[in-house]
């Protein structure tokens, strides 16, 4: 068995323990996926969680997908409101790319929300976008419930030996939490040179369909 003692614990990069039980997991998940652009790795907590037979897997994987569902919703209805913050030469830019995500923006939802990716890249122009929020809510809770029960059921029968290879060379702790940092930081620049990009020119070329006003999509 790999001895990773003399490397940084677990519990020394994320300060929980299975002992929160499920109200812990709640409060983890929730807040966790509510900071855009900031991943606290509350799957860490869940797979942690689900790797013995003190808690039940099920139970896991739906608190995971409820509560990081409700947080994400929170993220995009404040994006969806924000979208009255933009000037009208912003909204006019975007509204090609409001046209595309209104076609692909449940497909774009469940894959972010059942794959470990910054998925608030996504959600955030979905509600600058106006889309769905019934499709969202929808696409996202699908997603995550792919994502959990996943994440619960390899560590249930796979215990956390995928999660020790991560661990064995990390000796401090610091740049993990300046890795996240750095991370949210770019996410954030990502989503104003979206709002910045000239979509009719980058759309024009291989979606011409988005560049027509006859489809009623003129929202504020």
């Not at 060379?169 to 000239?198: F, K, S």
Request: glycine content about 6%; aromatic content about 10%; proline content about 6%.
């Amino acid at each position: 068995m790999r001895n990773i003692d003399r490397y940084v614990d677990l519990w020394e990069l994320f300060p929980f323990t299975p002992e929160v039980g499920y109200l812990g997991l709640t409060i983890v998940s929730f807040f966790g996926s509510l900071i855009p652009f900031v991943p606290i790795p509350s799957f860490v907590l869940l797979a942690t969680m689900a790797a013995g037979e003190q808690f039940d897997i099920h139970v896991l994987a739906l608190i995971g997908a409820l509560t990081t569902t409700a947080a994400k919703q929170i993220i995009f209805s404040v994006s969806y409101g924000g979208r009255k913050i933009i000037s009208e030469k912003t909204k006019k830019r975007m509204m090609p790319f409001q046209k595309l995500v209104k076609r692909y923006g449940a497909t774009a939802a469940f894959v972010a929300a059942a794959t470990p990716i910054p998925d608030d890249i996504v959600y955030i122009p979905l509600g600058l976008a106006k889309y769905s929020p019934k499709k969202f809510f929808v696409a996202t809770l699908s997603g995550k419930l792919v994502l959990c029960y996943a994440i619960v059921l390899i560590s249930h029968y796979m215990g956390l030996s995928l999660l020790e290879p991560m661990l064995q060379d990390i000796e401090d702790p610091l740049p993990v939490y300046v890795g996240i940092i750095i991370l949210g930081i770019a996410m954030t620049v990502t989503v104003i040179l979206l709002l910045r990009l000239n979509w009719e020119r980058i759309l024009g070329k291989i979606a011409p369909w988005t560049l027509d006003d006859n489809d009623g999509n003129n929202q504020d």
